[in-house]
């Protein structure tokens, strides 16, 4: 299945679900990046997802805004090869502009070049120029293999 046709399958958040050569699991979201506003929020609590070798991975945060502000809201995935050690070196980030007190949910394809042969790879910040308060309430992911 293409990647644009496993994305077009999903529109909820779901912990797993498994369909031909894609893998769908959600990641929790560490209580201190679950809320931010007009600072960049920063955690190493968070839970790590394992990354399979050769895989592409498309990255899903979804939030809210606490009012009727569009700012962008970033989530930075830090990356580790050893499965301990986090680095901020090569970061992911997922960037989504906030559309009020709707829930926005874009996707945001990594490729394995992008991952740098990383094994895991963790939700460590959230940030935002909003004034008032963005909540992330899930960060779901897709393994293409």
Known sequence: MAIAGAMALLGAS????RAGDFHLTSVNVASGLASVSNTTATST???AFSIPPETDIAI???FTAADSGKSN???QF???GDGTNFSTVLPISV???ANGTNPVSGWTVITKAQLHGAKSA????VGTTQTNA???TGVNVIFFY
């Open 14 to 17: 779901v912990n797993v679900a």
């Open 45 to 47: 609590s968070g839970t």
């Open 60 to 62: 899903q945060p979804i």
């Open 73 to 75: 809201v970033w989530h």
């Open 78 to 80: 830090n990356l580790t």
């Open 95 to 97: 960037t989504n502009a």
């Open 122 to 125: 963790r939700l460590d910040a």
């Open 134 to 136: 963005v909540t992330t």
